[in-house]
């Protein structure tokens, strides 16, 4: 079954407290990218990657780290989490550019306290 | 960078009515549509898309339409169902910001009611 899947899927940490949301896909997807969701603002894009080891920051990269060093996995890494990271977080990879066929993980829920 | 608006942030209607919602992107540059629907607790997927070369395109009850002149988009549902029900966004990507970032509009919380 093509999927995304994401890990943990809730999290409760406190500030300054490094943490890594793991994002893996078996569709052999070039493309992926992270997500954050907050109410009022729809989605925003933090990080993509169009292939392994090749990662631009989206608009609002601030405070998060990504790594691709194989195609299946895109770990977002929060070296120092603050409560304004506080999100529902969301992983997605797609067939090509732009964005095509667009498959999204199922969600982590961070909460930073 | 591209922005998106989405207007209405909410939208009733009765089961059977259309629905229409409406984004406008800045960037004249962009070149691909997505729209997603997002029900409640569940990941956005992927409903209906359009390409800067087309105008209109329609999937049974779900049809996008693109004005390049105006810079909008829109999503109409007919005969609408109360399982419509969701969050819907719609998206643009341009590869002026970037390679190909996609940036979304804000939701409209759409409610069919029986």
């Known amino acids: 079954e093509a999927q995304v899947t994401q890990n943990p899927r809730y999290l409760i940490t406190v500030t300054g407290k490094k943490l890594t949301v793991t994002c893996s896909q078996n569709m052999n997807h070039e493309y992926m990218s992270w997500y954050r969701q907050d109410p009022g603002l729809g989605l925003r894009q933090i990080y993509y990657?169009?292939?392994?080891?090749?990662?631009d920051k989206g608009d609002v990269p601030e405070g998060y780290k990504v790594s691709r060093k194989e195609k299946r996995n895109f770990p977002l890494i929060l070296e120092s989490p603050s409560p304004n990271q506080t999100s529902l977080y969301f992983c997605a990879s797609s067939l090509s550019t732009p964005w095509r066929e667009q498959y999204f993980g199922p969600g982590t829920r961070l909460t930073v306290t | 960078g591209e922005n998106v608006e989405q207007h209405p942030s909410t939208l009733s209607v009765q089961e059977g009515d259309s629905a229409v919602i409406k984004c406008t992107y800045s960037d004249s540059a962009s070149n691909y549509f997505p729209w997603y629907k997002q029900e409640l607790g569940k990941r956005p997927q992927l409903i209906i898309d359009i390409r800067s070369n087309v105008g209109e395109k329609k999937d049974q009850r779900i049809a996008v339409t693109l004005n390049k002149t105006a810079k909008h988009f829109s999503l109409h549902i007919t005969e609408t169902q109360p399982e419509d029900s969701a969050v819907y966004f719609c998206?643009?990507?341009?590869?002026?910001?970037?390679?190909?970032?996609?940036?979304f509009g804000t939701g409209t919380r759409l409610l069919v009611s029986p």
């Open positions: 990657s169009m292939n392994v080891e090749v990662t």
């Open positions: 998206a643009a990507s341009s590869p002026n910001t970037g390679f190909q970032k996609l940036v």
